[in-house]
């Protein structure tokens, strides 16, 4: 079974090619909270570096990688925490 | 416009300055990311208005369709989507966020 993160890893990675890429999970800090599903994968952070954020507004770059996971975010994902940035 | 959600949220985001549309409110934040921007908000002073999506089904998908984002908070300046938590947060710690206020003629305290 793959998970959500892996997903989400493999999804930037096909749009991206990234130089570096973080994904975290984050769901169980938010158990409890609004917008957590029992089963978690509902919260997560990326951190990514890629060509294709270069000379993009923070605005452009964080649509960019939103757009790459709309399959999640019509999926459960709640909550992604970016930090885009160009090499 | 398609939906009449939308055309709510055009015209608070057309005859507000500033909206944050958010979980919770200003006062009683629901979540830690629309807590953050309230923070930062109150931090400069800045008069704005705040929306709780929470209150409303509609609106809490209608937001996410109006500007394309699939996340809230969502901070309008003059009418302008700027962005979610973590643009705001970054935009402030680089000093952009005021200077966008300010290019915009919305008021920011400039003492720190």
Redesign the interface.
């Known amino acids: 079974m793959t998970t959500r993160k892996d997903r989400i890893a493999r999804a930037l990675t096909d749009a991206f090619t990234p130089i570096r890429l973080e994904v975290e999970d984050d769901s169980a800090r938010h158990h409890g909270h609004a917008g957590a599903a029992p089963g978690g994968e509902t919260h997560y952070t990326v951190r990514i570096v890629a060509e294709a954020f270069a000379g993009k507004t923070a605005l452009a770059r964080h649509r960019l990688v939103n757009e790459a996971l709309a399959e999640e975010f019509g999926t459960g994902l709640h909550a992604l925490a970016i930090e885009a940035r160009a090499p | 416009m398609a939906e009449p959600i939308h055309a709510f949220i055009d015209n608070e985001v057309k005859s507000n300055d500033v909206v944050l549309f958010m979980?919770g409110t200003p006062d009683f934040p629901?979540?830690g990311?629309s807590g953050q921007v309230v923070q930062i908000l109150n931090h400069l002073g800045v008069p704005y208005k705040g929306i709780n999506v929470?209150e409303n089904d509609q609106l809490r998908d209608g937001i996410k369709t109006y500007t394309?984002?699939?996340?809230i908070p969502q901070l309008y300046v003059k009418g302008e989507?700027?962005?979610?938590?973590?643009?705001v947060r970054?935009?402030f710690q680089q000093g952009e966020l005021q200077s966008h206020m300010s290019g915009a003629g919305v008021p920011v305290k400039t003492s720190v």
């Open positions: 979980k629901m979540c990311f929470l394309n984002w699939p996340t989507f700027v962005g979610g938590c973590d643009i970054e935009m």
